[in-house]
């Protein structure tokens, strides 16, 4: 029933998104009270869509701390494990975001996000496809090369750091921190690159390997 209601929400502009505008500011406002989230690189995010946020994945609250650090319903690309919490899939939806249910072809999963890029809205994408468990980056899967190619969207790497221990306290601390990198298209990937699809998709998750410590390059600590 939530599905159908958020149905049109991931093509939606913001200020259709009822759910974001009625509860952002409340929500951004308790959650900033009791932690901090550093914010690096603002200025690579481009001050409108269409664009593609490609982000190494380590907790659910990924998605929800990028789009309330930036202010920007981000549509997240997400499998459908990520929206069983009842209020956080609620509250994900009401943003925009939108499920891909395991077993269902990459076809269904391109169209979505083609919609939403070619409603000039910022698209989030995790390459690794699923959170990795112990934090450190997993191989990036060949779709996101394909996303890449077919839309032609400028591409921006985001490093998330800390959420996966990260949690409202009495005491504010920083908690996490988004790093932002220099945006660049599939064009820009040397040509032997773009001629294979995991070569493509390994070049451009190396662009986020680059924000993170080392110690959480995993496959790409090269």
């Known amino acids: 029933m939530i599905e159908r209601l958020f149905r049109d929400a991931p093509v939606q502009p913001p200020s259709e998104l009822w759910l974001w505008r009625l509860l952002f500011r409340p929500i951004r406002f308790v959650v900033f009270l009791f932690a901090r989230f550093e914010l690096r690189g603002r200025e690579h995010v481009p001050a409108a869509g269409p664009y593609i946020v ?92 394909l996303l890449a190619e077919r839309s032609a969207a400028p591409i921006v790497p985001c490093a998330i750091v800390g959420t996966r221990t990260a949690r409202m306290r009495l005491v504010r601390r920083t908690e996490a921190v988004i790093t932002f990198g220099a945006p660049f298209r599939f064009a820009d990937l040397p040509a032997e690159v773009r001629r294979d699809r995991q070569a493509s998709a390994d070049a451009i998750m190396r662009r986020v390997a680059e924000l993170l410590p080392y110690e959480m390059r995993g496959v790409y600590a090269d």
Do not use: C, T, Y
């Open 54 to 145: 490609v982000a190494n994945h380590q907790n659910w609250k990924d998605p929800p701390v990028v789009s309330l650090s930036l202010g920007i319903p981000i549509r997240w690309m997400a499998k459908v494990e990520a929206f069983d919490w009842f209020v956080v899939g609620f509250l994900m939806r009401g943003a925009g975001n939108f499920a891909i249910r395991r077993g269902e072809s990459d076809r269904r999963a391109l169209e979505l996000s083609m919609r939403v890029l070619r409603h000039g809205l910022p698209l989030g994408v995790f390459p690794e496809g699923h959170r990795s468990p112990d934090g450190r980056l997993l191989r990036a899967r060949p779709g996101i090369a």
